[in-house]
């Protein structure tokens, strides 16, 4: 067995009683029955839920019966109370608009709206809890992260929420019964909802530029997230995970090589425990030993090899859009959601992102820039040239990070396309990819890697 397999990190375990296989996140989790099961037992004969999607209506009753369930457990009387004395002892009540919290709802949040006697308002933003929340303790990991990253924020001048409170999930000091954030209110309308015009898309770029020069400013020692100390100064501490919360701490880094290497290790960690990509596990194995070598010969980096080393900066690492808010004149009012953010490479932090991003290309595998990523690298040419060249360099890290790096329930078709691009992009090739010969290539390349060939065994295939 491989050293690192023990260690694997395990969200959920099969709900078989007589299973201890871990339960695959990517296609044994069912919302119809919501139980975890391993990869072998999520098909029939021991899991007969059908496999469509629920529709619409059955969604959204069960979506509105968690949050009925999580509304419950909180103490109103104790988060208004809490609310009221970090806001000068104002009286304050729960906007009567939206009392579940629904309105600003999502992925991972629901959002309470407090409004005080002298008309400012509040949000608390609150942890949801369903059958796929993570443990309290890789819960409490996020939100103490995401507290550390608002006030580092604050004190830099980037526009986001200020944070006057927080409370950790079954935390015998939390008296309001739930993990929870009181943060500020901020104006304005996400971006991903609009459809801006290419002029609005500039002024915007413009004031997003200007948010990236200031963050440009503070860089950092160490790859990493940001964390709370018991006396509430802020250190750098491990990765608490990625975007989609498929893996667990790595970290904190000093260098961009190890960073992207044990990146890809966690990946074939999940593979080999199939937990993730299970459809396909020896294709994905494949695929990520190819990622984690790239990483070792310091090839997701296209420029000087030094930078590596640091200094490093904070990304929001879900930039696709909605974590943007904007007046009616397109004027950045704010950053939020800052979930999961993490201090990395400069040419990380300021390359291609997901904001600027057509989408449609990465899933299609079509290497080359957007049209936003020219924008935006324009509006920082009169900012910060120094940022330009990042702005402008391979956007392999984005391909990864909002592709095979999500781990979710993608086909094999998507998979390989992804892959398609990543390739394309990391060898500066335009030559067609043939999966078919490329794989037979690394199978006979790696024929010695004792967890691939665990795995061939495993899946019968040898």
């Not at 200020?162 to 008296?175: A, S, T, V």
């Not at 890290?397 to 398609?420: I, Q, T, Y």
Request: charged content about 25%; proline content about 4%.
């Amino acid at each position: 067995m491989h050293p690192n397999m023990s260690e694997t990190f395990r969200f959920w375990t099969c709900c078989l009683s007589e299973c201890s296989a871990a339960a695959a996140i990517d296609v044994g989790i069912c919302e119809r029955c919501r139980q975890h099961f391993c990869a072998v037992h999520a098909r029939p004969p021991t899991h007969c839920c059908k496999n469509d999607p629920l529709d619409d209506d059955a969604w959204g009753a069960a979506q509105t019966a968690e949050v009925k369930a999580l509304r419950r457990m909180i103490n109103d009387k104790n988060l208004l109370r809490r609310a009221s004395e970090r806001n000068r002892n104002l009286d304050c009540k729960l906007d009567p608009l939206d009392p579940l919290g629904e309105k600003r709802m999502g992925g991972m949040h629901i959002h309470l709206r407090i409004i005080f006697s002298d008309g400012t308002a509040w949000l608390a933003r609150i942890l949801r809890q369903n059958y796929t929340s993570f443990s309290d303790n890789f819960s409490n990991l996020c939100l103490k992260s995401e507290c550390a990253t608002l006030k580092w924020l604050k004190d830099i001048n980037v526009p986001s929420p200020k944070l006057y409170d927080f409370g950790l999930r079954n935390d015998p000091e939390n008296d309001v019964g739930v993990a929870y954030m009181l943060i500020e209110e901020l104006p304005g309308t996400p971006l991903l909802f609009l459809s801006p015009s290419e002029e609005q898309l500039r002024k915007l770029y413009n004031n997003y530029a200007d948010i990236l020069c200031t963050i440009n400013k503070y860089p950092l020692e160490q790859i990493g997230s940001l964390s709370l100390q018991p006396n509430g100064t802020i250190c750098m501490g491990p990765i608490v995970s990625d975007r989609s919360g498929t893996f667990s701490q790595m970290g904190p880094f000093r260098n961009a090589q190890e960073y992207y290497a044990t990146w890809a290790e966690r990946y074939l960690e999940l593979i080999c425990d199939r937990q993730l990509f299970t459809r396909y596990s020896i294709n994905a194995y494949l695929i990520f030993r190819y990622l984690k070598e790239l990483a070792e010969q310091g090839h997701w980096n296209a420029f000087e090899s030094s930078i590596d080393n640091g200094p490093f900066f904070l990304k929001h690492m879900d930039d696709k859009g909605d974590h943007i808010l904007v007046d009616e004149d397109f004027n950045v009012t704010g950053l939020i959601d800052w979930t999961f953010a993490r201090a990395v490479p400069i040419y990380e932090a300021f390359g291609p992102s997901l904001l600027t991003a057509e989408m449609s290309d990465i899933y299609e595998g079509k290497a080359g820039r957007s049209r936003g990523d020219t924008l935006l690298a324009e509006a920082l040419q009169t900012k910060n040239k120094h940022l330009v060249r990042f702005a402008g360099g391979p956007d392999l890290v984005r391909r990864f990070s909002f592709g095979l790096g999500m781990g979710m329930d993608m086909s094999w078709d998507e998979a390989v396309a992804l892959f398609r691009g990543i390739m394309s992009t990391a060898e500066e090739s335009r030559l067609e990819f043939d999966w078919d010969v490329w794989r037979q290539n690394r199978l006979s390349q790696w024929a010695g890697d004792v967890r691939l060939q665990e795995l061939l065994l495993k899946l019968g295939e040898i």
